[in-house]
């Protein structure tokens, strides 16, 4: 059965160098890349991604994570990735959220930290259900970002629409 799940590189993976690595040992899982964009994290994007988690202690500093304050890199690469089982057999690659938890095979389990303040540095994000998935992938990516039709789209028509161009 085809999924498709929203992979996140975070900004200390960008940091890091890490790019290549994580994508390489993504390619282990024979998935498409369907999207992938760099992205500067907003605050309302940020917020409204990690909404199940407001409640936290540690909402205010995983806000700052993912917008590349903590990092000095206010930057996130964004992909889709589709395939036969993609949310499994990423989730597998990537490992456990507690990069301490994790298999030392695994992404997060080789690259991740805890830092001193008990901030879970895991360098990447995956969706963790079908769901989730919809909905990240709907907020990180319009539909013609994405090079196969995932989710059902309607044709609007949009007037007076202002936007940033090359000059």
Sequence with gaps: MNQQVLVLIK???LKKSLTGN?????????LEIVAAKMVRVSRGLAVEHYKH???????????Q????????????MAMVYWGDNAITKVRQLAGA???????????????????????????LHTSSN??????????WFQPDEVIVDLYPTKI??????TKRIWA
Aim: net charge negative; proline share 5%.
């Design 156 to 161: 609007i028509e949009v007037k007076a629409e």
């Design 22 to 30: 994580i994508l390489t040992r993504l390619s282990e899982t024979k």
């Design 130 to 139: 079908e769901a989730e998935a919809e909905r990240e992938i709907k907020l």
């Design 11 to 13: 900004p200390d993976g």
């Design 97 to 123: 959220t507690n990069p301490e938890e994790a298999d030392p095979t695994t992404i997060r389990g080789s690259y991740g930290r805890i830092t001193t303040k008990g901030l879970y540095e895991n360098v």
């Design 65 to 76: 994570y993912i917008q590349g304050t903590l990092h000095d890199r206010k930057k996130v």
């Design 53 to 63: 988690m407001k409640d936290k202690p540690f909402f205010e500093e995983l806000i």
